[in-house]
């Protein structure tokens, strides 16, 4: 089963890296006043596999940023690569996962996996096949046939990440996936979001605005600053994988927290 | 039936029985002329009696009310749909149909009696046009209160903008289409009876306007029941397509 969802994120010998952010820049024009700056300056890359956390204040732009990187939202400057290629407009081959799990209401559990299939025109047995191994994967076997509204925010949240999943996607974008999620409920989709990574490889970008989800399940922590965002640090996580809740207690995490409120100019 | 299901039906059946025995107990205690007003149990015998007579008309105002509700669905939805999606269609169609809107159907129903005549089809016509706004104004609102987030997950798949009227828009707009479609449904078999009361030959509302000027007012008001009744029977037939086609909606009560 394992070997069905392992293809992602092939690793390329090749110079480039992975994504590549050079210098993007965004402001809105707003009738009557000065442009909004949202994004001042991003300059960044990250490699291939690696889970990479834009963790910030509430409204410095790193969501605005994700959108960007996903091509939903044209930036106003700058460079955004990924695999080598320019992103201008959204890219089939990225998987979105929204801070609502947005699932439609008229389709089933295993329909709502299978939509990016349908409008990829990709749906055969194969997807089906796929479709129920993800439910399996993140709990949710048995409940293809029901609708979202017999599930829970945790569990409809879990169908989110399955359908973003569904098409093997090279880049998978997360804007405050766990965010409206309680607090358990949180701990266990972090865990669970490792665990998928581990079998798939993909390159994950993960919005957040909590210190402790974006050391936990990061490989680097790149921190926004307020609007108009720059890199206020760039954090390695250097904490072995695979990653349990003890962690969280080591003083090697606690001090990574640490920088990152610095960063943030929570903490001194 | 589940038990929820039986205490949701006694309400109103007991609510209907509280005011047939005070209203029988009214006419009767008071010796109401039955002409003013018949008791429940004149009405009852009435059209236990006439029952033939009271099924027979009702036909042709059913037929007219049916195909009226149709029409309007029909033409009202891809209306509607056209009108959502379409800025200049939208700011040329919406004023006429909100200025048309606002005429009143009996002062038209008349006029397309003498384009339609007499017969089943200007009844038609007038509950066509009785059931075409709320079609059209539910259906438009639907049309535009697509989640925003289904939107930008279809756009972040590069959906075709057919694919999203038809994955996405239209099925987010249903409940929004049979809100309008229940309202219409009664508004048609009113506009079928105002027809039929402006010149007939059939019809419960003929029949009606027939027993009140012969001072049968215990038909007319069996004639009154009916229509009711038949209203109700379409308002659930409408209710219970929602629930086909519609089959998650109630899933999510439980």
Redesign the interface.
Known sequence: MQSQIIEQGRSSAAPVPFGHFEGVHQHFRRPGQAPLVAIENITFDVKAGHLVTLLGPSGCGKTTFLKIVAGLIPASGGTIQINGRAVVEPQPDFGVVFQQANLMPWRTIQANVLFPMEILGRTDAAAELRARELLALVGLEGFEKSYPAQLSGGMQQRVALCRALIHKPKLLLMDEPFGALDELTRMEMQDLLLDIRAKTGATVMFVTHSISESVYISDIVCVFSKRPAVIADFIAVDLPYPRSAEIRYLPEFTELEHRAGRALGITR | MRLHHVRNAFYPVAGIAIILVAWQFYTQFFAINRIVLPSPADIFWASAANWNVLLRESWPTFVESVLGFALAVAIGIPFAVCVANSRVLNLTLYPILIATQSIPKVAVAPIILVWFGLGMQSKLVIAFLVAFFPIVVDTAAGMRAT?A??L????????SPL?IFL??QF??A?PFIFAGAKVAVTLAVIGAVIGEFIGSMNGLGNLLLTANSQLDSPLAWAALVWLSALGVLLFGAVVLAERIV????E??H?
């Open positions: 989640p987030g289904l930008e997950l279809a756009r972040s798949l590069r959906a694919q994955k996405v099925p987010a249903l519609m089959p998650w909606s899933t999510g439980h």
